[in-house]
């Protein structure tokens, strides 16, 4: 019996201990943004802890996606989008002028909602990024960058007899995890996915939410879904956002057993109207 | 729980898996009652009707489960609703219990038959009996109407029938002392008692169950029942 308490209690202290060894990757602090008059995002802090996947959750226009986008300043080529307050990489802000964007979009990667190959061939979609980034000296690199991308990526063993066929003729679920191992090759520290499952089938979806969880060992990822089963198999925090605020953040588990807050409660058990 | 789910049926749903449960705790309720009844008044055909309807019980109980499993998989509950369902489960199994306690009573009955004089000396259980349905009638209600204060007072109040039964035990360790030839029934009645202190554990179980719905935590003070 004793045995019993002390284990749990034990567990409870590692569980602790684990997430004190996870700082945040990345990290937005009073962030607002607005789409010209309009105001998207109010004050929001929110931690990406790193080696973790952090969901964000929330009816649509709730600001969740505009949120993502911020962290790789993908809302820079939106005109009248504007963001005030900090968001830091590493401790570092990403909106200083001294940032390179093309170099930030490097450490932390992007995946859309649908799949986007470039029209090129399966080697090429890889072997893009690692090029106009310098990552490669020769041939032989850039081969290795694009095998290793796409054993990562879980996609390699499908598609190695036709490396030169373009990108285009994969699959549905090919193609995002081809749209993964891109992303991937560029060596990014943090990957942003934007309902990356939303047009693929349950199978695709599997493969990839295995991807996933595979993945956040090396990488720190961020993720947009409207499936909330999704964000509580694949994330270990989720983030609850509404009209533009934040509105809860926690450990996903509590999240769907037990959220705090009424809004998350209503949305989550499908009664937000 | 303020809102109406968008889908209307997924409230149908629920509410269907809780009435379900409420029927059945009828059921149980009304088992043990007759059980009881069965023992005071030394009636065999009671007692046998008792040892059926406890079959009804357990038919009801994995209809409930059924229904619980399908709305999982059909509607994937989170948050308060994934409570409901896994709490309705767990109540279902206290409630099937509870049945099994009026069997066993009524089981008893058979095998003792006749109490005799002992009959008149053993209010005690009649009152030991009211008291835990009372419990479980309280506990039911507070799940009916989700009413965490009424489930805590019947936590509460198990210590009450804990008392009740410790004295009857007393009471018919005397009995056995005073007579030999008690022994047999007075045993008997002992297991007797201790299924209806039994129920009352129950309500208790349900009260905390209730309260996990409620509020997602069990803080109830935790304590053993065991005697």
């Given at each position: ?26 990290s937005g602090r009073g962030v607002n943004v ?7 995002i109010f004050n929001v802090d929110l ?20 949120f993502?986008?911020c ?11 504007r963001v005030t307050g900090d968001l830091l990489?590493?401790?570092?802000n990403?909106y ?178 | ?227």
């Amino acid at each position: 019996m004793d045995m019993n308490v002390m284990s749990e209690e034990l567990k409870n202290d590692i569980a602790k201990a684990e997430a004190g060894a996870h700082p945040a990757k990345m990290s937005g602090r009073g962030v607002n943004v607005f789409y010209g008059e309009k105001q998207a995002i109010f004050n929001v802090d929110l931690d990406i802890i790193k080696n973790e996947v952090t969901a964000l959750i929330g009816p649509s226009g709730c600001g969740k996606s505009t949120f993502l986008r911020c962290l790789n300043r993908m809302n820079d080529t939106i005109d009248i989008c504007r963001v005030t307050g900090d968001l830091l990489l590493d401790g570092k802000n990403i909106y200083d002028k001294d940032i390179d964007v093309v170099e930030l979009r490097a450490r932390v990667g992007m995946v859309f909602q649908k799949p986007n190959p470039f029209p090129k061939s399966i080697f090429e979609n890889i072997a893009y990024g690692p090029r106009i980034h310098g990552l490669a000296r020769n041939k032989s690199d850039i081969e290795e960058i694009v095998v290793t991308s796409l054993q990562k990526a879980g996609l390699f063993n499908e598609v190695k007899d036709r490396l030169e066929e373009p990108g285009t003729g994969l699959s549905g679920g090919q193609q995002q995890r081809l749209c993964i191992a891109r992303a991937i090759a560029v060596s990014p520290e943090v990957i942003l996915m934007d309902e990356p499952c939303s047009a693929l089938d349950p199978i695709a979806t599997a493969i990839v939410e295995e991807l996933i969880d595979e993945l956040r060992e090396n990488y720190t990822i961020a993720i947009v879904t409207h499936s909330m089963q999704q964000a509580a198999r694949v994330s270990q925090r989720t983030a609850m956002f509404h009209l533009g605020k934040l509105i809860e953040v926690g450990e996903t588990d509590q999240m769907f057993t037990n959220p705090k807050h009424e809004l998350t409660q209503d949305y989550i058990t499908g009664r937000y109207g | 729980m303020n809102q109406s789910h968008i889908v209307t049926s997924f409230d149908e749903d629920l509410k269907t898996v809780s009435g379900k449960l409420l029927e059945m705790a009828g059921y149980a309720e009304d088992l043990v009652h007759k059980a009881v009844r069965s023992l005071m008044t030394a009636d065999m055909e009671l007692a046998r009707l008792v040892i059926d309807e406890d079959k009804l019980i357990d038919r009801k109980q994995s209809e409930l489960d059924e229904m619980a499993v399908l709305l999982i998989a059909r509607r994937q509950p989170m948050a308060n609703d994934l409570r409901e369902v896994v709490g309705a489960l767990r109540m279902a199994n206290d409630i099937e219990r509870i049945g099994d306690m009026g069997k066993s009573i009524a089981r008893r009955v058979i095998e003792i038959g006749d109490l005799g004089d002992l009959r008149t000396r053993i209010r005690g259980l009649e009152q030991l009996t009211s008291l835990a349905l009372e419990q479980l009638k309280e506990v039911l209600d507070a799940y009916a109407a989700r009413d965490l204060t009424r489930a805590k007072l019947v936590w509460e109040r198990d210590e009450e029938i804990d008392a009740l039964y410790t004295s009857l035990f007393r009471e018919l360790l005397t009995y056995m002392m005073e007579d030999p030839s008690n022994i047999t029934p007075c045993t008997h009645l002992l297991f007797c008692a201790k299924n209806i202190e039994r129920v009352g554990d129950h309500a208790t179980n349900i009260a905390e169950i209730v309260e996990f719905i409620q509020t997602g935590k069990i803080e109830f003070e935790k304590e053993s029942h065991a005697l």
